[in-house]
């Protein structure tokens, strides 16, 4: 007897031979890659020929709504840090050049330090993790922590931090980073898949080195996410409407699906697509999902970066109308790393932003998946990922955060990418790659302060071209 795929494909004709070599030859590839890409070349920028910050931005705009991306643009003015949140095509591009050490990891994509924090695990734990994976793709370990090095830089500008304590915090991410790849490098597989870092652990850190103020803060946190769920999305994104629940227009931030173009026939096709979007469900969850019904719909303004692309906010209700489910359902567009590391082995950008996750994440949504929508009048069939709205998350507070939590937090999420990293990546290459010296270090850290140099002309690029009118922005949205 044959046992089949989904595909009708013998699983075992399709299995691609896998190879493994020996810790030593493992190692001994980390530190060839040094010879052939010294970890001091990573301070290098890179050369772009014809650099335009801004034709990069009109181009994402070209597959946005159009109504939306003044909005974004008007969110990108709002800081150096806002512009750089929302510049991850830029810094894509910029990367392509830059030297590559050859060892390659799922990577984020966009790893600034706000795509960071904590949300709720199946088990009902409050974890500290990556948790936006839009731009996600197999790439350079190095592109990642650069992201995320230089945006510990360019937040510690926006809070007025000198160079030291910024230089500080910068360094600490790293040092977190490569100190754990060490340890992840002598660790059992199972157990770095494992890993993973919550609440507790850090609030037990901040208690053995006695910083009872930050330990306080923390526990603060801890408390109010775990009241941001669909009960409170409910309270605040709701109205009663002859006796059912519906989402509160907003425009434009929210708008109902009733008061869009089409939005009658788009939601008979939703109930067709929650059908295909079960499908890629585990059964388990799929018979969960399986006992809400549809409610309501609207399209939702979020984030920076993502002003304008399709997102949307979708009301379920189980037992009745007072025990609902927030799903939030986003377009997934091509990857901003594709034209420099290759296409997405996914032919479902939705799927490829699931799949990367679930490889990245300790933890993942319970309802995480993926759907393509039928073709719009445009004639484009647009790819989406599902998970709920909100489920106890919370990020860092950057407009109050103090030199001394900026470097806490440096090392929670240095720990937390070479955790990601080491799940998907070779671990122990990859460590032999940065050694125990902080030569690697010194180099991403200068790296960070030439790239935020970099971003502040960026960002003055930006500014001139609203004010020549080359762009429209809607400021204060």
């Not at 904590?118 to 370990?141: C, H, K």
């Not at 941001?228 to 708008?255: C, E, H, N, Y």
Request: hydrophobic share 40%.
């Amino acid at each position: 007897m044959t046992v089949e795929t989904e595909v009708g494909k013998d699983p075992g004709a399709a299995a691609p031979v896998v190879p493994h070599f020996t810790e030593a030859e493992r190692k001994a590839r980390g530190r060839a890659a040094r010879a052939e890409v010294p970890r001091a070349s990573h301070s290098e920028l890179g050369d772009v020929p014809d650099r335009d910050p801004v034709r990069i931005l009109e181009e994402q705009a070209s597959s946005r709504v159009p109504e939306l991306v003044p909005i974004r643009y008007g969110r990108m003015l709002a800081s150096a840090f806002a512009f750089y949140r929302g510049g991850a095509a830029i810094m894509a591009a910029d990367l392509g050049p830059t030297p590559r050490a050859g060892l390659t990891v799922q990577l984020c994509g966009d790893a600034h330090l706000s795509n960071f924090g904590g949300f709720a695990s199946p088990e009902r734990e409050l974890v500290f993790d990556i948790n936006d994976f839009d731009e996600t793709l197999p790439g350079p370990f190095e592109w990642d922590l650069k992201r995320l090095a230089t945006s510990f830089e360019i937040a510690g500008r926006d809070r007025n931090f000198s160079d030291e304590e910024r230089r500080k915090a910068v360094l600490t991410v790293l040092r977190a980073y490569r100190e754990a790849m060490q340890t992840f490098a002598t660790t059992e597989n199972l157990t770095v898949w494992y890993a993973y870092l919550d609440a507790d652990t850090i609030q037990a850190a901040l208690v053995a080195e006695r910083d009872k103020k930050q330990a306080k803060a923390l526990e603060h946190a801890a408390a109010r996410a775990k009241t941001k769920d669909s009960m409170k999305a409910f309270a605040k994104l709701t109205q009663t409407v002859d006796g059912k629940p519906r989402i509160a227009s907003d425009p434009p931030l929210i708008v109902p699906i009733a008061e869009l173009a089409g939005g009658a026939e788009t939601e008979r096709e939703i109930h067709k697509l929650l059908r295909l979007y079960r499908r890629t469900l585990p059964h388990d969850r799929r018979h969960l999902l399986e006992g809400f019904s549809y409610a309501d719909l609207a399209r939702k303004v979020v984030g920076v970066g993502s002003v304008g692309t399709r997102a949307w906010i979708m009301l379920l209700t189980g037992k009745d109308a007072a025990d609902p489910l927030f799903l939030q359902v986003k377009e997934a567009q091509p990857s901003v790393l594709e034209p420099y590391v290759g296409k997405s082995a996914f032919g479902n950008h939705g799927q490829r932003v699931v799949e990367g996750q679930k490889m990245m994440q300790a933890a993942s949504d319970i309802f995480l998946g993926y759907i393509r929508s039928p073709k719009d009048p445009d004639g484009v069939a647009r790819d989406y990922y599902i998970r709920q709205l909100w489920d106890w998350k919370t990020s860092a507070n950057l407009e109050t955060i103090l030199p001394h939590g900026l470097e806490l937090y440096a090392r929670a999420c240095g720990w937390t990418l070479a955790r990601a990293h080491a799940r998907s990546g070779d671990r122990i290459a990859i460590a032999a790659y940065l050694g125990k010296s902080a030569v690697f270090d010194r180099a991403l850290a200068d790296y960070a302060t030439a790239y935020a140099d970099q971003n502040d002309k960026d960002y003055s690029e930006l500014q001139r071209a609203v004010k020549s009118g080359r762009l429209t922005a809607e400021e204060g949205v």
